[in-house]
């Protein structure tokens, strides 16, 4: 049975970091560069998030969830550069369109920060199974309900498009047009949204049911199926996370 996840198997040395730690390292990618709001400190947690992907071995599998992302960046870049309240200088002229400098460099920081943000992520959910991260959670102590939660979002982005590719495949065999010029895909992505949708739902639900019917409500003590997840370095590196955000933010401070 076909696993729905984005976890990507891999022998690498990122893939054995307990997710806690994974978790502690997100958090460190998106505060330190809003402590420190400078171009450079978000270049470099940018480049520390890429580093860690390629040791991970899963860097070509950031490069689709970057480039959907690219409609809203271009939006982002278009608006800050025409109409951000600081524009003074201009950069460049498209006939009558002026797209100016500060609006231009305060939307790439942007950008800069979208791309970081979406690269510590990768990390997670690339490198870590979701039902280890989610089994780290319950036994910290976080209610199982949220936990089922938590797994049914990450589940839900590959089964949509497991159930896309598999209704795709079954308009393609009844002569149905899905590839080929722009107009043409539209026209055959259009329909599969609300069956694709609907779809997810219910499984999500029929899952949902099935727990039930197993007790899953029972104040009863639960069990794990699986041994807890341990690195011997998570402590270490827990703690270098934390003294990094600590010094962002004396650093903030003292500047």
């Known amino acids: 049975m076909r696993t729905l996840t984005l976890y990507q198997q891999r022998n690498s040395l990122i893939h054995k970091v307990d997710p806690i730690s994974k978790l502690y390292y997100i958090a460190a990618a998106i505060l330190i560069p809003i402590i420190l709001p400078t171009l450079n400190m978000t270049f470099i947690c940018m480049l520390v998030s890429i580093g860690l992907l ?14 959907f992302s690219l409609i809203v960046l271009l939006s982002i870049i278009i608006i800050q550069g025409l109409f951000n309240k600081t524009n003074k200088i201009a950069f460049l002229t498209l006939g009558s369109i002026t797209f100016y400098k500060e609006g231009l460099f305060y939307a790439f920081k942007i950008c800069m920060r979208v791309i970081n943000i979406i690269c510590a992520f990768s990390i997670l959910i690339l490198t870590t199974k979701p039902s280890d991260l989610i089994e780290e959670l319950v036994r910290k102590g976080l209610s199982p309900k949220i936990g089922y939660v938590l797994s049914s979002v990450l589940q839900i982005i590959p089964q949509m498009v497991s159930t896309m590719d598999t209704i795709t495949d079954a308009q393609r065999s009844r002569g149905m047009e899905t590839e080929g010029k722009l107009f043409v895909r539209m026209k055959a ?32 003590k639960k069990s794990f199926l699986n041994d807890e997840f341990k690195f011997k370095h998570g402590f270490l590196i827990r703690a270098v996370i934390i003294t990094l955000i600590a010094a962002a933010i004396l650093w903030r401070i003292i500047a």
């Open 54 to 67: 390629l040791i991970g071995k899963v860097f070509k599998k950031v490069i689709p969830l970057v480039s």
């Open 189 to 220: 992505f259009l329909p599969l949204i609300g069956p694709v949708v609907m779809n997810s739902l219910i499984s999500t639900r029929e899952r949902a049911m099935a727990l039930e019917v197993r007790g899953f409500n029972s104040k009863v």
